[in-house]
Each structure stands twice: as structure tokens, then as C-alpha cells.
């Protein structure tokens, strides 16, 4: 196959079913009303009797509201109830400052609002807006929760000292501060633990003086008492046992969930999980023979965990389970060794932190104050289960403006004990619950107590369905309830006025009434006879409809112009097209609005031509145009587009500043040459050629014409023809040789008059020196230049 034709026929697939999804009201061939309005928020019901045509089904009635009016529907018979929100409960946020008077921890608000009511349209969502600001000096409980295996014998000793210190530390942040203390070991069963009489007395080896094993106890209920803390600690012993993995998660579960023993209020909740060994979990009893699952309740005794020999460890799933219900936030110190086990389950756990555990008192503190400033710099909205059918979408707006969606939503981080934080929540129904009943569901954030409660009331029926006649004898003789302008029939009737039974809707007498003409075809091939009456089928396109008594009509095969159904100006009918006004024709593509056809003078087709569907036809063959006032080869025409082209071809002209505002009423195309410009005989329409000069005496070419599409077209000459100007480089060569050559020549004149002065008077001084007599007498002054001195030492030898 043709790729071109393939991509083709998957587009139109695509859009063909896009059109189909996109009208859920249509597709879901609701019977009545509360079905309709069920199928989406954009979907209404016309209660209208008279609103169905002969051959549409009940389920006509339910479309879009839009679909809906354009078919004649009016707008107070249209059934479109909608969703709604009321605040129940709106307690401001608690603007206060540490040190100014003390709150009990029901009288701080934290989140905003409480409680609200949302009644809920399918498809509709309704939106609300929740504030959380986190208090000033909010109350704490922390729970130190330790290993006392032999292991934590040197921790221990540190955390003796805890309670005053951690008191004084936290006093910094909170004004109302309590901690409480527990303790850990093992299950008591072999193989965890050694159960012979002398190591169920002292389990540790040589003289180390242990306690008992144990699985659990609960030392020290909460309480602000710093010293007390310090006492009870300072009195508990280290344990032992076998296996390296302790039961901490057996103490962790009857810490969250035995609230009244260890003292929790509705605050604050910190569980500081103090350890050096990994954990049991759901299945490790099996290796003591113990194989009930946990029951998550809460079995302390004096104290103590009685049933860790009767219950497996919980599950991770169950534990964040509990410590989520409780607002127990989990502070893991661990030692290094076990930091990469325990950074995998803070992930599982919301709103947990793990720290370094050292053999120094100080450093426990500054791990808990920092794991604190952790947790509370994060918040985190989370829901509980919502009924069937409904979503919920978050969208949180943090500090500094930062808006973020999806499941990042749900939280802010980086918050300040006084920041105030707020998300936008949106709840949207898809349906109706079974039931149709309100529902109750809450959200709150992780580790607080403090929630909000909302009530769901779904929309499941129109207001009209509360008019309901039942056993109506427009429902033939009480076969059905009448509501909304269409029989509701009861079970085993069909048809719009439930007049047949479902047993004999297919009869050949009935079958009979729906061939028209006594024809073979069925209902036109187009629908199904249902008890006697043509119910036609629906295309999938919604738009498109069959209609008639024999479902023979429809609204989509009428003739189109211009690709579009009755040329966008009329209405299909039965395959016939009904005109708008001022629009006639088959198509209805023929205008007979004339002002299209004016030109400037006001006259039809400027007196030219005449005016057909709108559109001059021209009479004249030399005036072109949509008005008959174009005439390309009229004198003048060239001057005057002479200014546009300039400045459209080569950016001059008087015009190049307004060139793209008064000169874009044409199409320009360029040609290299005068020989590639259209020819009077090449075109199926006039052209003028024209030769225009510009400002610099540089001539440029083109042709002006308007085509067959009444297109204004401009051919020009890419390059203009300029004179040409003078050779300056042999001009300044002839004028320098020129210079050169005289001065040569004057020098050679010069010369040749000095050599002649020269020769003429040589030839005088010799004449001269041969005519000259000359005295042999001595001159008088003359003296020699010869002096002889004589030696008088000389002798003469």
C-alpha cells in the first residue's frame, strides 16, 4: 500500500475514534437521566417531551449541553446539576509565639480548614484550598526507644545521663517537652535466645552480670521529669542473646499502637529507635515456631510485651501502617555498620530519619535535634482510602512561591517552624458509588495529629427524578415511571412508551412497520426495529445522526463546497441542505449578499461586470479583479506600483520605510534575467510589461498582472541595470605616467641646454687661452718655497 495513503487512513482512524471518546455522553447510551449525567460533567438531558425526532432513541437526549441547544433544546429543559463545596469548619491557624502563655495542644490549630462537605458530579472535580502553618513552640513527646543486647553496653551508659541534657536542649524549641524510655532485646524463644535455666537467668558469658532476656518493656511512661528519666535509665542492665538481628520491631509496634501506657498525647510524636544489629520481620517466626500473623494491638502487662512467644514480628507494611495512624514520626540511630539497612527502610517509612549512633552523649542529642529540624522541615499530605471511583490531585505552593504538581504535590520542604504553606486539592468522581451513599474520607499531614475531615455526597439523579410518576399512563398503561420527558420501563418492557414486552420485540409483524415502501430493508438498513418502531443507529461521529420514521434521513450526506457539509452556511436535513439566509444553492455556497462585489465608486463590479454568488464575473475583458477594477495593460499602470516594487525588490524608493505597511497588496517573485519574465503570450491572463528609472539613473524591469485566482503578481529583475561609470584605474595610470614622462622630458631639455652652456664656454676659454700672452719676467713677489739650513756641528767628512 501507498505509505501516503496508509498514514492517511490511520489519521483519519485516529480522529474518527478521538471524536467517538470525546463524546462521552453519547457513548454511553444512557436509558435516563441520572445515567446521563453520570457519563461526564459535560453531559445534560433535555427534559423536553417534543425534543426526539422520529427514529432517535431515549438516549438522544443525553449530549453535550452544547449539541444540546443547537438542536433545539431550550436551556430550562436542560437537566445539568452540579457539584458543590461548603466549609463546615474553619478555625483560623494559630499565629503563636514562643513565651506567650502556654496552649493545651487542643487549642493550637495547625491546618485550615477543618472540615468541609463536597458534593461531587461525575467528572466534575471540586477544589479546595488547605492552609498549614506550623506553630511556634508546638508540644513534643519523644520516646527513647534502646537495644539492650550486649552490644549496647557502652551506649548505654551514655544515654544514662540523656534525660536532663535532651530537657535542657529541647527546651530551646519547645516550652512543653516530655520523654519517656523503653527497652528491647529479643523474642524469648529459642533459637533467638539461649532458654536454659542459667542463661534465661544471666545470658552473658563469663562474670558479666546480665539481666533476663526479654522482648520488650516500657520503662519510663512519658513525663517532663528530666531526672527521673536519668534514675530509670541508670538502673536497667544490658541483656543478651543469640542471633545478631534483634526484635525491635515488636517493640516498635506495641510503642505505636499502646498509646495510653506509654503516655502519647495528640502532639508532637518522636520515636527515637536506638540500635546496632539489624531487625526481625513478618516470616522470621517461623524459625521459633511461631507462625500468627501480628495482630497490630496493643499486649503490655505490667509493662512488659507478653505475647512476642504467641505473635509473629510485624511486617514493614504493617508497622508504617500503625506508626502513620499514630503521627509517630521514626528517628532511626543506628550504628555506622548498619547505616546503609536502615537508610532503605527510612524510605519505606514516611516521615523517618536515620543518624550516626557514637559512644558520646553529646552526639546522641545533636542526632535527635537534628533529625527533629528534619522531620519538621517537611510536610506531607496523605489521604485515607478513598471509595471507589474517586481521585484525588494535589498542588502544593511552598516557600518562595515554588508551585509543584502531581504526587510532589502532596509536600513542602525547606519550611520554618512559622512558615505557612497551602495546597490546592481537587476531588473528582468518575460514576456513582454503588451505594450512592455519602462517604467520609480524611486527609492529614504525616506525624501530626491535627486533619481534615470531608464529607462526599455524590450526584447520582436529576433534580427531575424527584417529579417521577410512577405506573404513568403515558408509560403505556403504568409500564413505566415517567420522569425527566421519557418512560423509565420497568424490568421485561421495552420501547420509548414501554409498550412492548422484551420477549416479542422481534416479530415479523412487528418487523413489518419497519420497511418502508414494503421494502426488504429493515429500518433502511440504518437501525433496529424495536417493538414496531425504527430506533436508528448512532454513528461515530456524534454528530452525525440517522433520523425518520425508516431511519431513511440523515444530517451528513447532503452536498458539500469547499469540503465543508452545505458549505458551512445551512443545515443538513433528510440529505437535503437548508440554507442560512442570503445563502442559496444546493451547497448553499451561492451568497446573494452583493456588497461583496462594490467596488471603490460604489457601483456593482465597477460598472464592468456582473455579481454572481457574491463574486464579480467581468464582462469586460481588460478589467480584472474581485471588483472589475483591476486593468493591468491600462497606461500608468507602471508607475504607479513603480514605488512598491522598488521598495519591495530592492529596499528604496520614497517608500521603504512604510514598504511592508502600504505595499504588501501583491505577490513578488524574482527572476535573474529580463529573458525569464512571463511573456504576453505565455500567460492566461493579461500582464503589462513595464522599465522604471530610480533616483541613482539605475534602471529595473518587471511585470505587473493579476491571475486567474484574482492574485496581484509582480515578476522583477533580481538586479538592476545601472550605467557604467569611469575606468579610474586607467585614468590615474595615464595621468601618473603623464607626470612621469614630462618631468622625464623637462629633465632631458634641461640637461641637453646645460651640456650646450657647458660646450659653448669651454670653447671660449680655450680661444681665450690661445690668445693669451704671458710675461717670462720674475714676479717681484714671488718667493720660494725652498729653505736651506746648514748644520754647524757638519765637518764636512
Not at 523474642?187 to 533467638?192: A, D, F, I, L, Q
Request: include cysteine.
Amino acid at each position: 500500500m501507498d505509505p501516503k495513503l496508509l498514514l492517511i487512513s490511520t489519521l483519519l482512524g485516529v480522529f474518527c475514534n478521538a471524536q467517538k471518546e470525546g463524546n462521552e455522553c453519547i457513548s454511553v447510551n444512557a436509558r435516563y437521566c441520572g445515567e446521563c449525567i453520570q457519563a461526564g460533567a459535560k453531559c445534560g438531558w433535555c427534559t423536553d417531551p417534543d425534543f426526539l425526532r422520529e427514529g432517535e432513541t431515549v438516549s438522544t437526549r443525553c449530549d453535550e449541553l452544547q449539541s444540546l441547544r443547537s438542536r433545539g433544546c431550550r436551556e430550562m429543559l436542560i437537566e445539568n446539576p452540579r457539584g458543590e463545596k461548603k466549609i463546615l469548619k474553619n478555625k483560623m491557624v494559630t499565629n503563636r509565639r514562643k513565651g506567650a502563655g502556654k496552649l493545651k495542644p487542643e487549642d493550637i490549630t495547625q491546618i485550615q480548614p477543618q472540615k468541609l462537605s463536597l458534593t461531587l458530579r461525575s467528572g466534575e472535580p471540586q477544589s479546595f484550598h488547605l492552609k498549614f502553618k506550623r506553630a511556634e513552640d508546638y508540644p513534643i513527646d519523644l520516646y527513647y526507644l534502646m537495644d539492650l543486647s550486649y552490644s549496647m553496653k557502652d551506649d548505654l551508659e551514655n544515654v544514662k545521663n540523656l534525660g536532663t541534657s535532651l530537657m535542657l536542649e529541647m527546651s530551646k524549641i519547645t516550652s512543653d517537652f516530655r520523654i519517656g524510655f523503653g527497652s528491647f532485646v529479643e523474642k524469648t524463644v529459642m533459637p533467638y535466645i539461649s532458654t536454659t535455666p542459667a542463661k534465661l537467668l544471666n545470658p552473658c558469658t563469663g562474670d558479666q552480670n546480665c539481666t533476663s532476656p526479654f522482648s520488650y518493656k516500657n520503662v519510663l511512661k512519658l513525663t517532663s521529669d528530666g531526672k527521673r528519666f536519668n534514675t530509670l535509665v541508670g538502673q536497667q542492665h544490658i541483656s543478651g542473646n543469640l542471633d545478631s538481628p534483634e526484635g525491635g520491631f515488636d517493640a516498635i509496634m506495641q510503642v505505636a499502637v499502646c498509646g495510653e501506657q506509654i503516655g502519647w498525647r495528640n502532639v508532637t510524636r518522636l520515636l527515637v529507635f536506638s540500635t546496632d544489629a539489624g531487625f526481625h520481620f513478618a516470616g522470621d517466626g517461623k524459625l521459633g515456631g511461631i507462625v500468627l500473623p501480628n495482630d497490630g494491638k496493643c499486649h503490655l502487662e505490667n509493662n512488659s510485651y507478653t505475647m512476642s512467644h504467641y505473635y509473629d514480628y510485624p511486617s514493614i507494611a504493617h508497622l508504617v501502617q500503625k506508626l502513620s495512624d499514630n503521627n509517630i514520626q521514626t528517628i532511626f540511630a543506628v550504628t555506622e555498620e548498619f547505616q546503609p539497612v536502615y537508610q532503605e527502610l527510612k524510605n519505606l517509612i514516611p516521615k523517618s530519619a536515620v543518624g550516626t549512633l557514637s559512644a558520646n552523649s553529646s552526639n546522641v542529642i545533636n542526632l535527635i535535634i537534628d533529625a527533629y529540624n528534619s522531620l519538621s522541615s517537611e510536610v506531607i499530605l496523605e489521604n485515607s482510602k478513598l471509595p471507589e471511583g474517586v481521585t484525588i490531585a494535589y498542588t502544593s505552593r511552598c516557600k518562595n512561591g515554588v508551585i509543584t504538581e502531581g504526587e510532589n504535590g502532596r509536600k513542602c520542604s525547606n519550611i520554618s517552624i512559622g512558615d505557612e504553606v497551602t495546597f490546592t486539592i481537587s476531588v473528582t468522581s468518575k460514576g456513582c458509588p454503588k451505594q450512592g451513599k455519602p462517604e467520609t474520607i480524611k486527609i492529614k499531614p504525616l506525624g501530626f495529629t491535627e486533619e481534615v475531615e470531608i464529607t462526599l455526597n455524590f450526584i447520582c439523579e436529576c433534580e427531575c427524578h424527584k417529579e417521577g410518576v410512577a405506573n404513568s399512563i403515558d408509560c403505556h398503561f403504568g409500564n413505566g415511571t415517567y420522569e425527566c420527558g421519557a418512560c423509565k420501563c420497568y424490568e421485561g418492557r421495552v420501547g420509548k412508551q414501554c409498550e412492548c414486552s422484551s420477549n416479542d420485540v422481534a416479530t415479523e409483524d412487528m418487523d413489518r412497520t419497519c420497511r418502508k415502501d414494503n421494502g426488504t430493508d429493515i429500518c433502511s438498513n440504518n437501525g433496529d426495529c424495536v417493538c414496531g418502531t425504527c430506533e436508528c443507529k448512532k454513528r461515530d461521529n456524534p454528530e452525525e445522526r440517522y433520523s425518520g420514521q425508516y431511519c431513511e434521513c440523515d444530517n451528513f450526506n447532503c452536498d458539500r463546497s469547499g469540503n465543508r457539509l452545505c458549505g458551512g452556511h445551512g443545515r443538513c436535513e433528510c440529505r437535503v441542505c437548508i440554507c442560512d439566509n442570503m445563502w442559496t444553492g444546493s451547497a448553499c455556497d451561492c451568497s446573494l449578499d452583493t456588497s461583496t462585489c462594490l467596488a471603490t465608486n460604489k457601483q456593482i463590479c465597477n460598472g464592468r461586470g456582473t455579481c454572481d454568488c457574491g463574486t464579480c464575473k467581468c464582462t469586460d475583458p481588460k478589467f480584472q479583479g474581485p471588483t472589475c477594477e483591476a486593468c493591468p495593460t491600462c497606461p500608468g499602470v507602471c508607475t504607479e506600483h513603480k514605488e512598491c516594487v522598488q521598495c519591495r525588490a530592492f529596499g528604496t524608493g520614497e517608500l521603504k520605510e512604510t514598504c511592508e505597511r502600504d505595499c504588501s497588496y501583491f505577490n513578488l517573485i524574482k527572476v535573474k534575467t529580463r529573458e525569464k519574465l512571463p511573456q504576453p503570450n505565455d500567460a492566461s491572463f493579461p500582464l503589462m510589461h513595464c522599465k522604471e528609472r530610480d533616483a541613482n539613473d539605475c534602471w529595473f524591469y518587471y511585470t505587473y498582472a493579476v491571475n486567474n485566482n484574482t492574485e496581484k503578481e509582480v515578476h522583477v529583475v533580481e538586479t538592476l541595470d545601472c550605467p557604467a561609470g569611469p575606468d579610474i584605474i586607467p585614468i590615474v595610470a595615464g595621468v601618473v605616467a603623464g607626470i612621469v614622462l614630462i618631468g622625464l622630458a623637462l629633465l632631458l631639455i634641461w640637461k641637453l641646454l646645460t651640456i650646450i652652456h657647458d660646450r659653448r664656454e669651454f670653447a671660449k676659454f680655450e680661444k681665450e687661452k690661445m690668445n693669451a700672452k704671458w710675461d717670462t719676467g720674475e714676479n717681484p713677489i714671488y718667493k720660494s718655497a725652498v729653505t736651506t739650513v746648514v748644520n754647524p756641528k757638519y765637518e764636512g767628512k
